[in-house]
T-cell receptor
Framework: DTEVTQTPKHLVMGMTNKKSLKCEQH?????MYWYKQKAKKPPELMFV???????INESVPSRFSPECPNSSLLNLHLHALQPEDSALYLC?????????????????FGPGTRLTVL | AQKVTQAQTEISVVEKEDVTLDCVYE???????LFWYKQPPSGELVFLIR??????QNEISGRYSWNFQKSTSSFNFTITASQVVDSAVYFC????????????FGTGTRLKVLA
């Protein structure tokens, strides 16, 4: 089962709102990712979690706050977003290799949350 | 520098035609992975194939086939007898090894299969 789920599918929020995106996987993967994808562009990496710890932050503004409460769950908390933050937010997961002391290759993506900031 | 080029921005074909999506990559690493993902209008990136740099064998999976040529740094994807359900954006991606988290995506090719 290579399924990553994301909720909600769609989200509309005002610039003063606080909302959260949720991602879940039950594949036993220990690496989880948040990506942002604008229309007609490839996904851009935002954050990487490894064993529930934040290991990579690709210089993302602090109005995006990730959280990994356990090995299956990844949240993205949103606060004071701007209209230009409107995009598809994708979650992904992959295995982590003890042997390589690094990430294993294939990332499996969820269906995404389409976010509109008014 | 590492880079993936998908020169075809958009391709339209009629159902049952064969179509090839091109992917050219640049890397100085000797060990790396290449991927193809499909993104239908629903948004999810669907994993199609992974190929490591030491395995130049071509692969066929149903109507899909992949041609990996290190000599030309290309990893092309062919759909035989295309169907309307193949309409999507297809991304080629490069991931250096070992142990890296990062994908370098191409800009994607939008395929439209017309009935």
């Amino acid at each position: 089962d290579t399924e990553v789920t994301q909720t909600p599918k769609h989200l509309v929020m005002g610039m003063t709102n606080k909302k959260s995106l949720k991602c879940e996987q039950h594949m036993g993967h220990r690496a989880m990712y948040w990506y942002k994808q604008k229309a007609k562009k490839p996904p851009e990496l935002m954050f990487v979690y490894s064993y529930e710890k934040l290991s990579i932050n690709e210089s993302v503004p602090s109005r995006f706050s990730p959280e990994c409460p356990n090995s299956s769950l990844l949240n993205l908390h949103l606060h004071a977003l701007q209209p230009e933050d409107s995009a598809l937010y994708l979650c992904a997961s992959s295995q982590k290799s003890e042997l390589l002391a690094g990430f294993l290759d294939t990332q499996y993506f969820g269906p995404g949350t389409r976010l509109t900031v008014l | 520098a590492q880079k993936v080029t998908q020169a075809q921005t958009e391709i339209s074909v009629v159902e049952k035609e064969d179509v090839t999506l091109d992917c050219v990559y640049e890397t100085r690493d000797t060990t790396y992975y290449l991927f193809w993902y499909k993104q239908p209008p629903s948004g999810e990136l669907v994993f199609l194939i992974r190929r490591n740099s030491f395995d130049e064998q071509n692969e066929i999976s149903g109507r899909y086939s992949w041609n990996f040529q290190k000599s030309t740094s290309s990893f092309n994807f062919t759909i035989t007898a295309s169907q309307v359900v193949d309409s999507a954006v297809y991304f080629c991606a490069l991931s250096p090894l070992p142990g890296t988290y990062k994908y370098i995506f191409g800009t994607g090719t939008r395929l439209k299969v017309l009935a």
